[in-house]
């Protein structure tokens, strides 16, 4: 049955019926109520309904509204409220486009405040739409942290969520703290991949000074993170070695005890000095000492 | 429409309770104690115990008294369920 609206009116029944059948009114569900007689018209009808039987005799009054008709008019006497509601509607479909957190998840959730801090500088920041954000980017840039070896970032609601998965073990593997000096030293390079560097290129650092900072900026602050990257010091050595001769390869086999390894000797002194049996060459080195963290 | 009632009366029918109509152009009815439903393309009403459609197009109620109800239009069947 459509939805209809209830009129009743002061009549008999063939007169009513009689004057709504002349102006082509469709009515349905005729009654009888003593000595009003009621029916239900379709909305568009009613205003012509009241104009038929505009006589006071009728009495005519309504019934009952139709469903769209009481909720209109709840609507008009509850407006404030339909517009905070449509407000809310309006305010949660839009919120979905703007990123209202990050959050980091998977194997490699140990990483996140790196995370957050290159999805924030590849555009979705806090507060951020989503489009503004460079995924392609941001998941490459996440995949060449250490140990990472998957990331998607999807969004979810207002969450923008990262997954990271990391090599098991790479957490346990990972050197959790600031990248100290190993020896004395003059700052000749300097690299930070993820924290703050703490030295500048040239200062002089002792065994246990901090080279790179455990931290990184998120916003105006600093958060926690994996400090990867590497310094280069300019180191000075002095050494002495017996030799049983001043030859060639005696001064070799002096400088290969100095066990350098694989770092580079930038100036070379060396003198002899004749010593009981042989002779002692003194060394005085400068070399090029590397240390690094969290880099494979 | 006495030889009607007669032939209705020797039949054993009720002539109370008969609907006469002429295709096309109009429905009678007696016994109508209600009208349900009335629009120009379906006249609902029940007569009895029986509720009686006339259906067509056009359809309206020109008079409508002590139970006799007049349909006139384009009458295009009478349906008793």
């Excluded at chain 1, 990972?174 to 003059?186: T, Y």
């Excluded at chain 1, 930070?192 to 002792?206: E, S």
């Excluded at chain 2, 009632?5 to 020797?10: G, M, R, V």
């Excluded at chain 2, 152009?25 to 109508?32: H, I, M, T």
């Amino acid at each position: 049955m459509a939805d209809l609206t209830y009129i009743s009116v002061v009549s008999p029944s063939e007169t009513a019926l009689k004057k709504l059948s002349g102006a082509d009114i469709a009515v349905y569900g005729c009654k009888k109520r003593g000595a009003e007689f009621i029916f239900g018209v379709k909305d568009k009808d009613i205003q012509k309904v009241f104009a038929i039987f505009k006589k006071p005799c009728y009495n005519i009054r309504t019934e009952k509204k139709s469903v769209r008709g009481r909720f209109l008019s709840a609507l008009a006497l509850r407006a404030g409220a339909a517009f905070g509601a449509l407000a809310f509607a309006v305010a949660a479909y839009a919120a979905g486009f703007f990123v209202l957190r990050i959050e980091v998840t998977g194997s490699g959730h140990y990483l996140a405040p790196l995370v957050k801090e290159i999805v924030e500088a590849e555009g979705a920041g806090i507060g951020k739409p989503f489009s503004a954000l460079n995924a392609p980017v941001a998941a490459g840039r996440i995949l060449s942290l250490p140990g990472v070896v998957f990331c998607d970032l999807k969004k979810q609601g207002s969450v923008l969520v990262v997954d990271v998965e990391a090599e098991s073990g790479a957490e346990s593997g990972a050197v959790m703290g600031p990248l100290k000096a190993d020896r004395s030293g003059v700052v000749s390079n300097i690299v930070a991949i993820c924290g703050v560097p703490a030295v500048a290129v040239g200062t002089a650092v002792k065994k246990g000074d901090i080279l790179i900072e455990a931290k990184c900026a998120v916003g105006e602050n600093f958060m926690p993170c994996l400090a990867v990257g590497y310094a280069e010091l300019e180191c000075s050595q002095k050494a002495e070695y017996f030799v049983e001769d001043d030859s060639e390869e005696s001064i070799k086999r002096a400088y290969a005890s100095l066990l350098l390894g694989d770092d580079g000797i930038i100036e070379a002194r060396h003198s002899l000095r004749e010593a009981e049996g042989g002779f002692s060459v003194v060394m005085e080195i400068k070399y090029l000492h590397r240390i690094s963290i969290n880099l494979t | 429409m006495r030889l009607l009632e007669q032939i209705l009366k020797e039949a054993g029918a009720d002539a109370l309770k008969s609907v006469t109509f002429v295709p096309g152009e109009c429905c009678y009815l007696k016994s109508v104690k209600s009208v349900n439903v009335c629009t120009p393309s379906v006249i609902s009403v029940t007569a009895g115990k029986r509720e009686i459609k006339v259906e067509g197009e056009g359809l309206r109620v020109d008079r409508y008294f002590e139970g006799d109800l007049f349909v006139r239009g384009d009458v295009k069947g009478v349906r008793v369920g």
